[in-house]
């Protein structure tokens, strides 16, 4: 995924539009055309040809070369060799055997046999047991292997009841520098089963490991991951997590939970809960998060450019639940940060005038790249003027990829990519510390259906 702030500005290409041929044809020859089944269209943004990565030079970098299945066996047999030794001396239980089973499994992972991974796992698991207690913490490592195992074979429903299990044992070890991780990673995983749900709903929702077949769970799932970051953020600043996410990422992560909310409202509120009482909700929620970044930042001393950068998402944020006053006072306060601190012109312009459009909210995946974009069926090129809150006034198209199939279909797309851009929010720009009242961007959309 590319990163924004490093593209130039982006112009529209021209080019012209085409689908498939077939369709095209017999259009043609049935007369009135049949609209389109466009139920499944989807859009998705990019910078323009010629700002992309180019693919031979990414591939001009060498990969890192997998280990033969040779050396891999050769490893496993000195591993069942010094694990069969550590049986005969020190016994089934000995502490000993641990790092051996561990490394064992890992193996088998590699080579993609995930029962036997599983399996030895359970032995090392089972040793952790007896020699350091039922609950001990030190059966996490070997618990999230299992998980990857899991997953891996399509057990999604024990890879749940598995995290379950993680989270019981963390919670019994509140001190330790190892459960903010833990909390983080049961986080990441049932935020991950509830956007693989709402992107293909054929499926029953496996997020706890014994979910009833509705959407109940997908609420309760989301909750519980929101609930899971807090553990996180509160062990993390406590007590650390060496070697977890720090507390931006998983502020960052807890914010992205509010944004799957927002965009699935009816889902997540229900009928009873008006559209702007779920905004006001929703902009409380994110904008706490983003508060607390800045208090962070200021408390551990950091650069003013990273607290500005924190109050222009903050009134990013702002904006893209039409809080738009609110939105105003944290730029006011970002712009403050950087003159108090006697920020260079550049640096203020990097973040209030940045070269590229800046999709709201800015940790949502946004731009497309080259290899992305070969999974789409073509482009629209647009210019598109916005207001002084970055709203879309105006659409215009200036270019469609290859000659048309149908005009019917042409203008459905074009039409279906206007009312898609007005949903949009996009960054204002400021000049001198002023919101500028208008703004023309150029943005190039690929779509598939």
Known sequence: MTRRGRYAWAIATIAAWTLVSARACAGAAAGPSEPPDLSALEFAPSLPAGTLPD????????????????????????????????????GVFSPGLIYSLVSLAKLYQEVGDHVAAIATLEKARQIVRVTSGLSSLNQAEMTLLEITSLEAMGELAAAARERNFLVDLAREHP???????????????????????????????????????????????????QMNYVDALRATATVGSPGGPDIYELESALTRTFYIQAQNRGLFFGPDVTPYKA??????????????????????????????????????????????????????????????????????????????????????????????????????????????YGRSTRVRITAQSSAAQSKVETAAIAARLKKYVAKSQFRPRFVNGERTEQQLVAMRYYFKY
């Not at 979910?211 to 799932?221: A, C, E, Q, T, Y």
């Open 55 to 90: 693919p031979a030079r990414a591939r001009s970098e060498p990969e890192p070369q997998p280990r033969s299945s040779a050396a891999i066996g050769e490893r496993m047999l000195r591993l069942a060799e010094s694990i069969a030794t550590e049986q005969a001396s020190e």
């Open 279 to 388: 905004r006001k909700m929703l902009d409380g929620a994110g904008s706490s998060s983003y508060e607390r970044r800045v208090k962070y930042s200021r408390l551990l001393q950091r650069p003013p450019t990273q607290i500005a950068s924190h109050l222009i998402e903050l009134g990013d944020w702002h904006l893209f639940f039409h809080e738009d006053e609110a939105g105003a006072a944290a730029y006011r306060e970002a712009r403050d940060v950087l003159i108090g601190a006697d920020a260079s012109a550049e640096e203020i312009d990097a973040l209030f005038t940045p070269m590229a459009a800046m999709l709201l909210p800015a940790f949502a995946p946004h731009f497309i790249d080259g290899s992305e974009a070969l999974g789409y069926d073509g482009y629209i090129d647009a210019l598109i003027d916005l207001d002084r």
């Open 175 to 225: 001190t330790d520098l190892r459960v903010g991780a833990i909390y983080a990673v049961v986080a990441d995983a049932r935020v991950a089963a509830v956007e693989r749900w709402l992107a293909d709903k054929s499926e029953p929702p496996t997020i706890f490991g014994s979910d009833p077949l509705d959407r109940d769970s997908v609420r309760s799932g989301l909750t519980a991951a």
